[in-house]
């Protein structure tokens, strides 16, 4: 994939990394043979980034398994991560639907489980397939919506309403199907994406969950009310 040496381990998805994909099942005959022939999946270590910023797109990228974050150049300033993307999603569509650089970094927060489809493919799905295009035409809009509400987020001081936006667009329905209501996620990976210290994020989580927002588990967290998440504190 985007790294030489990603690319060097991919291998083809099997039948229950292609069950994960939710686009897949909205293809037919030839189109889905494409997709299933073409896809690429490989792992991810902690730290290794799937696109890196000025690299040509050459892949639509999705997440399997685990966690990935995107982020800004931290060399030219301060560190900024724009999202965290869990199970489910997928990115970069923008991007290689103009045939771009990347203009964020991509990178593995756990190890994590990430599919490819080859450019080419992508574009041959968009010519042949109106299900696939309303797809793809719902993602860039949801997107959009995402990274206006980060916007308003970045503005907000408030540590546990920065934690409670946050975590309810790691929870979107649509962009990342993979989730449900429960996620896998350590205190210190949301800090990471929040930008706070893991102490911090503790006790924004202890303050959601006795508003009854959320409920911390072994291992992860699980939303109980996400449309209160995204209001939060109203």
Known sequence: M??????????????????????????DGGQRELAVTTLEVAEAEPGERLCRIGRPATFWFGVV?????????????????????????????????????????????????????PLESFHALLDGSIAFNRFVLNQLNERLGQFIGARETDRIHDPDVRV?????????????????????????ELGYLVGLSRQRV?????????????????????????????????
Do not use: C
């Open 65 to 117: 398994d685990g966690l990935l974050k995107m982020n800004n150049d931290d060399s030219l300033g301060a560190a900024v991560t724009f999202t965290g993307i869990p199970p489910g999603g997928w990115f970069g569509e923008g991007t290689l639907l103009k045939r771009e650089v990347y203009r964020y970094n991509i990178q593995a927060l756990r190890p994590s489980v990430v599919a490819g489809l």
């Open 164 to 188: 409670a936006r946050n975590l309810a667009a790691l929870f979107h329905p649509t962009l990342y199907p993979g989730v449900g209501t429960w996620l896998r996620i350590t205190q210190q």
């Open 202 to 234: 503790n006790l924004a989580l202890h303050r959601l969950g006795a508003a009854e927002l959320i409920r911390i588990e072994y291992g992860g967290l699980r939303v109980l009310d996400l449309a209160g998440l995204r209001r939060f504190p109203a």
């Open 2 to 27: 985007a790294d030489t040496s990603l690319r060097q381990r991919a291998r083809r998805a099997t039948p229950t990394e292609l069950e994960a994909i939710p686009w897949l099942k909205l293809l």
